[in-house]
């Protein structure tokens, strides 16, 4: 029903900066909770960053607070995660998810995913 296609990933220097894209098509952007995920090897896909349906409420996982930045363009059907002050930790495949409920951290709520986006973050 929904598909999100996300872009905007690369390589880049520890302290860098990368936007990422996540575009959605065959739904009702506007009316979907959307969020960040991201996967390292050996890790669990963990939570980024979700933006409610206005875009008037922001959540960011701690690790990433004050350096990423969620935001939305409804007109464009985006959704976008810049990242600023990159750390190797931060190398991920990173996932765009979105959900017609209401916010959540847990990547069991989320009912449609993009196919990811490498960043990869050198030291």
């Known amino acids: 029903q929904v598909q999100l296609v996300e872009s905007g990933g690369g390589l880049v220097q520890a302290g860098g900066s990368l936007r990422l894209s996540c575009a959605a098509s065959g739904g009702t952007f506007s009316s979907y909770t959307m969020a960040w995920f991201r996967q390292a090897p050996g890790k669990e896909r963990e939570f980024v960053s979700a933006i409610s349906w206005s875009g008037g409420s922001t959540y960011y996982a701690d690790s990433v607070k004050g350096r990423f930045t969620i935001s939305r363009d409804n007109a464009k059907n985006t959704v976008y995660l810049q990242m600023n002050s990159l750390k190797p930790e931060d190398t991920a495949v990173y996932y765009c998810?979105?959900?017609?409920?209401?916010?959540?951290?847990?990547?069991?709520?989320?009912?449609?995913w993009g196919q990811g986006t490498q960043v990869t973050v050198s030291s």
């Open positions: 998810a979105a959900d017609r409920n209401q916010y959540s951290r847990s990547r069991w709520a989320y009912d449609y």
